[in-house]
């Protein structure tokens, strides 16, 4: 399968989702959650997608960022391209960790330097915002994702999380691929859910990557056609995936070089236009695993 396009990267078609890596069961299992992104990138993978929420609780708040910073400063082959996100607040708390939302210019901004400066870098690949603030006028918050890469802080933005009304906004305001401005979107898209595919059809559209995050949930729906293809059924989960829009790059979650490995076979996996119907036509529960309780925001 050919590489796809990330405005004007280059990409592998499968890229590795790291948020796992920094989950509690993973905070002993350290060198193997690095020889796991070293695995990814052995096998061919471009793209490490992370953020800074990305972590056990909010007193290690950054941890996954610095966690894919030392897997790739501990890599002899060539630097992948690394994508983050700001925008989601997460602060110890009485009760647990308090989550919230900061979509200000100001708060995007600072977002992103504290990214960078995790990631040892100075200017970030790829940089999202990972969900709309309902507080902050969203003309306001696409307007200063688009000030974190006119200063030099991120060389390419993207949103998370949109709607296909937030998505027209924000071409309005910052232009997509062949403007400088929006060149990825990540929302959720998966077997078991598939909303938004306005969205995807928007993004084959004007030529913007589409990045569906938890790519394998309810890929057990389709474990009776893996079989009979003698394939995993996430493997057979990312290659439907992927036949349905040349934008499409997975993401999926890995603890372990073996399931990484897995997922990158799913580019070998021919899907005729029967099976993929077949596998589009199987019932499913349009459930999200992280389904947000806030409002939109004023356009």
């Not at 069961?25 to 471009?46: C, F, K, N, Q, S």
């Not at 992103?112 to 100075?122: H, I, K, M, P, Q």
């Not at 077997?191 to 309810?218: K, M, N």
């Amino acid at each position: 399968m050919d590489n796809r396009r990330i405005g004007d990267l280059d990409v592998f078609p499968i890229g590795l989702g790291c948020m796992q890596l920094s989950g509690r069961r993973m905070l002993e299992h350290r060198e193997r959650a690095i020889r796991t992104i070293h695995a990814a990138l052995d096998a061919g993978v471009t793209l490490l997608d992370t953020a800074d929420i990305y972590a056990p609780d909010a007193h290690r708040f950054g941890h996954n960022e610095e966690l894919v910073a030392e897997a790739v400063a501990s890599y002899s082959g060539a630097r992948p391209i690394i994508a983050t996100k700001g925008g989601i607040t997460r602060v110890p708390g009485a009760q647990g960790d308090v989550w919230g939302r900061s979509g200000t210019p100001d708060a995007l901004l600072l977002a992103a330097e504290a990214s960078a400066a995790r990631l040892g870098v100075d200017s970030i690949d790829l940089y999202f915002l990972h969900r709309a603030d309902p507080a902050v006028h969203f003309t306001d918050q696409v307007t200063g994702l688009a000030a974190v890469k006119r200063g030099g802080l991120a060389l390419r933005i993207g949103l998370s999380n949109v709607t296909s009304a937030m998505l027209l906004r924000a071409l309005q305001i910052a232009g997509g691929p062949d403007e400088g401005g929006i060149v990825a979107v990540q929302n959720e898209r998966s077997p078991q859910y598939r909303a938004d595919t306005d969205v995807l059809e928007i993004c084959t559209r004007r030529g913007i990557a589409f990045l569906p995050w938890s790519p394998l949930a309810g890929a057990g729906l389709f474990a009776e056609h893996a079989a009979r293809r003698g394939v995993s059924p996430q493997r057979l989960s990312l290659a439907w995936l992927l036949a349905q829009s040349p934008v499409i790059i997975p993401i999926p979650g890995s603890s372990r070089p073996q399931t990484i490995r897995d997922s990158v076979e799913s580019t070998r996996v021919n899907m005729s236009i029967l099976e993929m119907r077949e596998l589009s036509a199987l019932p499913f529960d349009q459930v999200s695993l992280y389904p947000d309780s806030e409002p939109e925001p004023p356009l």
